[in-house]
C-alpha cells in the first residue's frame, strides 16, 4: 500500500514539477481601470482563468511549450499574446484591452466607462470637485440592502435612523440630523412627503433603480446652500448604449412572525375623507359616518413578502434616442415587539421615576412601488434633450396593541402580580408619494461656450385617512391581564402637498489666460414651493359607559360610541397654507494649475417663507412671513502631488430654513407630548471646512483620510420647554447660541484576487449648548421642591461619536459567485433631548450585521439576502437610576434607566434574477 502512495506522489510531483504558471492583469486601455471577468484562454487547449475584483488572474499547471493567450470581454476588443512557458516557470503579464466602437450615421458609439461598477466609482471620487463619496449600482445590487436608506447606511460618515420595523429612513450625515441634508435626483432637489419638516425619507426609493449613489460632503457654487452635514443624490438609471432587459423576482418572510401572529384590519373598507371633508363645515358627524373597518381585527401567519423588479432600456434612430423604463415593487411584512417607559421627574438629583410600562406589538404592512422613465435625444453632436419622470409610493398599513401597566397606581404589587392596566390599539395607514418630472437642455454654443437649463415639476403627498386609537382599562390579577371597560377613541384624518416647481440656468465658459485655463460659470435657479395642510381629529366615548369586554362585546367593531366633537378640530392652526420663493444666483470658476485644481466662488440665496393659518383661534401670529438673503462663498483646492493621489481642501457657507410647521405656533396634541413651533425661529447659517488625503493604488481600490469641522450659528435643536403665555408643556424648536461640531474619517477597500474589504470609520465630537431645569430639594425648608433654570453642554441631537462599517467581499467570476457580509457600528447618540438635567434620552450603540449571496448561470443569477442577523433592538435609555425602580420588570441596564427596547428578528429574501 505504501509503494502505491508513493508511486502516486511521483507521479503527481512530476506532473507539477514540470509545468509552468501564468498570471497577470488585465486592465481598460481608454481608463486604466481593472477588468473584473475577463477570460483569459490558452487556444486549442482546456486551460482558462477569469480576472478577479483586482483585475488579476492566473493558470496553473501549464505544461511548458508555446503557446498564443486570448483575453476578451463584453464591450472589450479581444487581443491576444504569444509566450513560452517553461518547467517551473512563472510567466507574469500586464494586458490591455480597448473597448469596442461602433460606428452608425454620424453618432459613433463606444464602451463607455463603467460607472455603474467599482471602478467607475472611485474614478468619479478621484475626479470629483468637491469631498464625496459614492456606491455603485453594482455594489447596490449585491448588497444585503433593499432600500436606498439602508444603502446610505454603508457610506462613511453616515448613520441612520430607523423606522419602526427596523429598516433605515432617515440619514445622519457626519453627526448632524437630517434637518441639516437635501436630497437630490438626478442632481435635482425633490420636495418632502413629510407632514411637518423638509427631510426626505429615504425608505420610499426601492435601491434597485439607481444606477449610483452619491453623498456630496461639501458644496460648489452651483449647488444650493441648504446642506450643513451634506447632500444625498440619487442617480437614476439612463438609457444603456445597447439593448438591455432584466426582470427580478423574490419573496421574503420575518422571522418575528414564526413566533406570533400578524394582526391586520380592513384598511381598503376605511373611509378616505373625514366627514367635514365629505359634507362641509357646518355638518355635525353621528357614529354612522365612521367606518368599522378600522376596528375589525385578524390575527394569522402573513404570506410570504412579493418583491419584483424590471428594467427595460435601448438606443433607436441610429442611436440618437436613448429609453429607459424601470420599475420596482416590494409588498413585505414586518413589526416588531417593544417595550416602553413612562417616568416623573422628583427632583433631578434622583433621576425619573417610572409610572408606567407598557407593552406593544407592531405589524406592518409595507408597500412600496416606483417606477421611473428617462428619454434622451440627441439632436446633433452640440445639442441633446433628456425628459425623466420618476414617481414612489410607500404604503405603510399599521396596527399597534398595547397594554401599560400603571406601576405608581394603588393596588400595584409586582410579587403577587397585581396592577391597574390600560388597553390602547391604534390602526393606522401611512400613505407617501413622491412625483418629479424633469426637462433638460445641453448646448455647445461654440468651443468656449456652453449652456444647460433644466425645468422641473414635484409634488410630494402624504396622507394618514382615519388614524383609529380605541382604548380600555384592564387589571392583573395574579399575573393574568384582563379588559374589562371601554374607556374612549379617536379618529384622525390628516393629509398635506408639497408642491415645486423650479427653473435652473447655467452658462459656462471657457477662457485662457496665458498657460491656465479657466472654466467659468454664472447660473441661476428660481424656486416655487407651495404646501398645504390639513387635519381634523374626532372624540369619541362609548355609548354605554359601562361596556364590560367579555360581556357586552367581544370584538371591537361591536362597540356603540357618541361623537363628542361632530364638528371635530378642524378650527386649528395645523390647517395652513404656506409658500417658500427661493431666488439664487452664483458666480464659480475652476482654473486648472499644473498639478492644483482650485474651483471657487459665491452664491446668493434669496429666501421668502410664510404661512397663513385657515382657521386661526386666538393666536398671535394667524400668519406670518421670514424674508432674508445669504451670501454663500466656497472654494476647493485638489493638489495631486503624486499620480494617482489627491490632497483636498475645501471651505463653504450654507444655511439650514425652519420647517414650515416649525414657524407655526399652533399646538398640536400627540398621543405622547404636545408639539408647536415658533414664528420668531431664525435660520442657521454654517461655515464648514474639509482637508481630505485621497490615494486610489489601484482603479477599483482608495484610502481617504479626512477631518471636518463645523461652525453653526442659531443651530436648530428641538427641546420640551414651557412656553410664557401657558404651562403647558412643548416639543418645540429653538435657537441655541452656537454649535460646533468637527471629527476625521477613514475609508478603505482593498481587493485581493477573488476577495475584498471595505472598511470605514467616522469619529464626530459636536457641542451645543442649550436651557435645562434642574428641580432641587431645599433641606433647610422641610426637602421643599423648587426648580431652576441652568444651561447644559452636550452633544447635538442624533450625532454618535463613533460610526464604523466593515464589508468583507468575495466574487468568483469562473463558478458566478458573489457574496457580502456586512456588519455596521454606530455608537450612543441623543434621541430626545429632555426637559430637565440629566433627562436626555440616549440610544444604545448598537452593531447591525447582514448577509447576501448570488449564483449566476450564464443569464440566471439567483439570489438571497438576509438582514439583522443578529436581532439587534433598539434601545433607549437614560443616564441615571432613581432608586424606587428597583424590582420593576425589564430594568437590565446598569446603571442606567430602560426607557425603550425594540425587537425587529431577523428577514429574509430569496429570488432570481434573468438578464436577457
Given at each position: 500500500m505504501r509503494r502505491i502512495f508513493f508511486l502516486l506522489?511521483?507521479?503527481?510531483?512530476?506532473?507539477?514539477?514540470?509545468?509552468?504558471?501564468?498570471?497577470?492583469?488585465?486592465?481598460?486601455?481608454?481608463?486604466?481601470?481593472?477588468?473584473?471577468?475577463?477570460?483569459?484562454?490558452?487556444?486549442a487547449t482546456h486551460y482558462t482563468g477569469v480576472t478577479g475584483l483586482d483585475g488579476s488572474f492566473t493558470i496553473k499547471n501549464v505544461p511548458a511549450g508555446n503557446y498564443n493567450l486570448q483575453f476578451s470581454m463584453v464591450g472589450y476588443q479581444m487581443a491576444s499574446q504569444k509566450l513560452e512557458v517553461t518547467n517551473d516557470g512563472v510567466q507574469s503579464l500586464n494586458i490591455e484591452l480597448s473597448t469596442s466602437s461602433t460606428t452608425l450615421s454620424s453618432v459613433i458609439v463606444t464602451a463607455a466607462k463603467d460607472k455603474n461598477g467599482e471602478t467607475g466609482a472611485r474614478s468619479l471620487e478621484r475626479n470629483a470637485n468637491q469631498v464625496m463619496n459614492i456606491m455603485s449600482a453594482r455594489a447596490i445590487e449585491v448588497s444585503p440592502d433593499m432600500t436606498v436608506a439602508n444603502v446610505v447606511q454603508r457610506i462613511s460618515g453616515v448613520s441612520i435612523e430607523r423606522n419602526s420595523n427596523g429598516d433605515g429612513q432617515y440619514a445622519i450625515l457626519r453627526g448632524?440630523?437630517?434637518?441639516?441634508?437635501?436630497?437630490?435626483v438626478n442632481g435635482i432637489k425633490i420636495p418632502s412627503p413629510d407632514d411637518k419638516y423638509r427631510y426626505v425619507p429615504l425608505d420610499i426609493f426601492p435601491s434597485d433603480l439607481l444606477d449610483r449613489l452619491e453623498v456630496y460632503k461639501s458644496l460648489t457654487p452651483s449647488m444650493e446652500g441648504d446642506a450643513v452635514g451634506g447632500v444625498v443624490n440619487m442617480v437614476m438609471k439612463e438609457a444603456p448604449s445597447h439593448r438591455l432587459f432584466t426582470v427580478n423576482l423574490a419573496a421574503s418572510y420575518s422571522e418575528l412572525f414564526m413566533g406570533r401572529d400578524f394582526m391586520s384590519y380592513d384598511a381598503k373598507g376605511i373611509?378616505?375623507?373625514?366627514?367635514?371633508?365629505?359634507?362641509g363645515e357646518s355638518y355635525n358627524a353621528t357614529p354612522q359616518d365612521f367606518s368599522k373597518?378600522?376596528?375589525?381585527?385578524?390575527?394569522?401567519?402573513?404570506?410570504?413578502?412579493?418583491?419584483?423588479?424590471?428594467?427595460?432600456?435601448?438606443?433607436?434612430?441610429?442611436?440618437?434616442?436613448?429609453?429607459?423604463?424601470s420599475g420596482s415593487l416590494q409588498n413585505t411584512y414586518r413589526g416588531n415587539n417593544s417595550v416602553f417607559y413612562d417616568g416623573e421627574v422628583v427632583d433631578t438629583t434622583s433621576g425619573i421615576r417610572l409610572t408606567g410600562m407598557e407593552n406593544r406589538q407592531y405589524s406592518e404592512q409595507q408597500l412600496r412601488y416606483g417606477v421611473h422613465t428617462k428619454v434622451d435625444y440627441r439632436l446633433d453632436d452640440r445639442n441633446s434633450l433628456s425628459l425623466y419622470s420618476g414617481y414612489m409610493n410607500?404604503?405603510?398599513?399599521?396596527?399597534?396593541?398595547?397594554?401599560?401597566?400603571?406601576?405608581?397606581?394603588?393596588?400595584?404589587?409586582?410579587?403577587?402580580?397585581?396592577?391597574?392596566?390600560?388597553?390602547?390599539?391604534r390602526t393606522r395607514k401611512t400613505i407617501q408619494h413622491i412625483w418629479s418630472n424633469t426637462l433638460h437642455g445641453d448646448h455647445k454654443l461654440s468651443e468656449k461656450?456652453?449652456?444647460?437649463?433644466?425645468?422641473?415639476?414635484?409634488?410630494?403627498?402624504?396622507?394618514?385617512?382615519?388614524?383609529?386609537?380605541?382604548?380600555?382599562?384592564?387589571?392583573?390579577?395574579?399575573?393574568?391581564?384582563?379588559?374589562?371597560?371601554?374607556?374612549?377613541?379617536?379618529?384622525?384624518?390628516?393629509?398635506?402637498?408639497?408642491?415645486?416647481?423650479?427653473?435652473?440656468?447655467?452658462?459656462?465658459?471657457?477662457?485662457?489666460?496665458?498657460?491656465?485655463?479657466v472654466e467659468w460659470k454664472f447660473g441661476g435657479l428660481y424656486r416655487d414651493k407651495e404646501r398645504k395642510n390639513f387635519y381634523n381629529n374626532y372624540q369619541l366615548l362609548p355609548a354605554n359607559p359601562y361596556y364590560l369586554y367579555g360581556k357586552d362585546f367581544i370584538d371591537y367593531s361591536q362597540i356603540n360610541w357618541n361623537v363628542q366633537n361632530p364638528k371635530g378640530s378642524v378650527a386649528s392652526g395645523q390647517n395652513y397654507d404656506a409658500s417658500e420663493k427661493i431666488?439664487?444666483?452664483?458666480?464659480?470658476?475652476?482654473?486648472?494649475?499644473?498639478?492644483?485644481?482650485?474651483?471657487?466662488?459665491?452664491?446668493?440665496?434669496?429666501?421668502?417663507?410664510?404661512?397663513?393659518?385657515?382657521?386661526?383661534?386666538?393666536?398671535?401670529?394667524?400668519?406670518?412671513?421670514?424674508?432674508?438673503?445669504?451670501?454663500?462663498?466656497?472654494?476647493?483646492?485638489?493638489?495631486?502631488?503624486?499620480?494617482k493621489t489627491n490632497i483636498r481642501l475645501s471651505y463653504y457657507r450654507s444655511v439650514n430654513r425652519p420647517g414650515f410647521s416649525e414657524i407655526n405656533p399652533t399646538p398640536i396634541v400627540y398621543e405622547d407630548y404636545q408639539e408647536k413651533g415658533d414664528p420668531n425661529l431664525k435660520h442657521a447659517v454654517a461655515d464648514n471646512i474639509d482637508l481630505r488625503y485621497e490615494y486610489f493604488p489601484k482603479p477599483a481600490e482608495q484610502i481617504m483620510v479626512g477631518v471636518f469641522y463645523k461652525h453653526i450659528e442659531n443651530p436648530i435643536e428641538y427641546i420640551l420647554q414651557q412656553t410664557s403665555q401657558a404651562r403647558s408643556l412643548y416639543y418645540m424648536p429653538g435657537n441655541f447660541g452656537t454649535a460646533t461640531n468637527y471629527g476625521a474619517e477613514l475609508d478603505w477597500i482593498k481587493y485581493f484576487s477573488k476577495w475584498g474589504v471595505k472598511v470605514n470609520y467616522t469619529y464626530t465630537n459636536s457641542s451645543i449648548t442649550t436651557p435645562k431645569l434642574k428641580r432641587m430639594r431645599d433641606e433647610t425648608h422641610n426637602g421643599d421642591l423648587y426648580t431652576i433654570s441652568v444651561n447644559e453642554k452636550r452633544a447635538l441631537y442624533g450625532q454618535s461619536a463613533h460610526i464604523a462599517n466593515f464589508s468583507l467581499l468575495f466574487k468568483d467570476v469562473h463558478h458566478g459567485w458573489d457574496a457580502q457580509l456586512a456588519a455596521g457600528y454606530t455608537g450612543p447618540r441623543i434621541v430626545t433631548v429632555g426637559q430637565y438635567v440629566g433627562t436626555d434620552q440616549w440610544q444604545q450603540g448598537f452593531v447591525q450585521m447582514d448577509v447576501s449571496a448570488e449564483k449566476s448561470f450564464k443569464h440566471l443569477t439567483i439570489f438571497a439576502k438576509a438582514n439583522n442577523l443578529l436581532n439587534t433592538p433598539t434601545t433607549v435609555y437614560l443616564k441615571s437610576v432613581n432608586v424606587k425602580n428597583a424590582g420593576v420588570e425589564g430594568q437590565d441596564l446598569d446603571g442606567e434607566t430602560l426607557i425603550k427596547r425594540e425587537y425587529y428578528q431577523r428577514s429574509y429574501v430569496l429570488g432570481v434574477r434573468y438578464k436577457f
Open positions: 506522489f511521483l507521479t503527481t510531483f512530476s506532473l507539477t514539477s514540470f509545468a509552468g504558471v501564468i498570471k497577470g492583469r488585465i486592465v481598460s486601455h481608454e481608463t486604466g481601470e481593472v477588468l473584473t471577468g475577463a477570460v483569459v484562454q490558452i487556444e448632524m440630523d437630517k434637518r441639516y441634508n437635501y436630497t437630490l373611509n378616505s375623507k373625514s366627514p367635514y371633508e365629505v359634507h373597518a378600522s376596528s375589525t381585527y385578524s390575527w394569522k401567519k402573513p404570506m410570504p413578502g412579493l418583491i419584483g423588479g424590471l428594467t427595460y432600456g435601448d438606443r433607436f434612430l441610429d442611436n440618437k434616442l436613448g429609453v429607459i423604463i410607500l404604503s405603510n398599513t399599521q396596527t399597534r396593541d398595547a397594554i401599560e401597566k400603571q406601576l405608581t397606581i394603588g393596588g400595584y404589587d409586582p410579587v403577587a402580580g397585581n396592577a391597574t392596566l390600560s388597553y390602547s390599539t461656450w456652453w449652456v444647460d437649463w433644466t425645468a422641473n415639476y414635484a409634488k410630494a403627498t402624504s396622507e394618514r385617512p382615519d388614524n383609529t386609537i380605541i382604548s380600555l382599562d384592564g387589571v392583573e390579577q395574579n399575573f393574568v391581564s384582563t379588559r374589562t371597560y371601554v374607556d374612549k377613541s379617536t379618529r384622525r384624518w390628516e393629509h398635506n402637498t408639497d408642491q415645486d416647481v423650479s427653473a435652473y440656468l447655467n452658462l459656462n465658459w471657457l477662457q485662457q489666460i496665458g498657460e491656465t485655463k431666488a439664487a444666483g452664483y458666480v464659480q470658476f475652476k482654473a486648472y494649475l499644473h498639478k492644483l485644481e482650485i474651483l471657487g466662488g459665491v452664491r446668493v440665496e434669496n429666501t421668502d417663507q410664510g404661512y397663513a393659518m385657515k382657521f386661526p383661534i386666538g393666536e398671535d401670529n394667524p400668519q406670518s412671513n421670514q424674508k432674508y438673503t445669504d451670501v454663500l462663498p466656497s472654494i476647493n483646492f485638489k493638489y495631486m502631488p503624486w499620480d
